[in-house]
């Protein structure tokens, strides 16, 4: 196994702050709501405000992608944030047509764009593993 990068070490840092930050408000907005739910524009600040790490994590990636210096390890990680897009894309797309010919009912309970996004991440670094062992496989 590979040590990792001083890119990539900053991005599991930067990722660690971010979803920490995310679990402790996503629980305390979600209780805050179903104790006492704020009010008017309160209650779109409030319900904004888990989404913010979820957009520092996008920003996270995107910095990995801009700080790596590996030129392998950079196209690796661009496939499978393309992977992630197109598959995130795809799911959506689908889902809001089956949303408007009402065969599914509104909303997506949670599990929105950046769920699929994330999703895709996952099938885009086993699409790399897989690229890999067919690679090393040929040699």
Avoid: H
Wanted: hydrophobic share 55%.
């Amino acid at each position: 196994m590979t040590k990792a990068s001083p890119a990539m070490k900053r991005y599991m840092k930067r990722l660690t702050i971010f979803m920490l930050i995310y679990i402790v408000l996503i629980f305390s907005v979600g209780y805050w709501f179903r104790l006492a739910p704020p009010e008017g524009a309160l209650s779109w600040i409030a319900a904004i405000l888990p989404a913010l790490p979820i957009l520092g994590v996008f920003w996270a990636i995107f910095r990995l992608l801009t700080e790596e210096t590996d030129e392998f390890m950079r196209m690796m990680l661009v496939r499978q944030t393309l992977i992630a897009t197109g598959f995130c894309l795809a799911v959506m797309t689908v889902w809001e047509f089956l949303q408007n010919y009402d065969v599914v009912p509104d909303g997506t309970n949670g599990f929105g764009t950046a769920f699929v996004w994330f999703v895709g991440l996952g099938i885009g670094a086993v699409w790399n593993a897989m690229a890999l062992r067919r690679e090393a496989g040929e040699e």
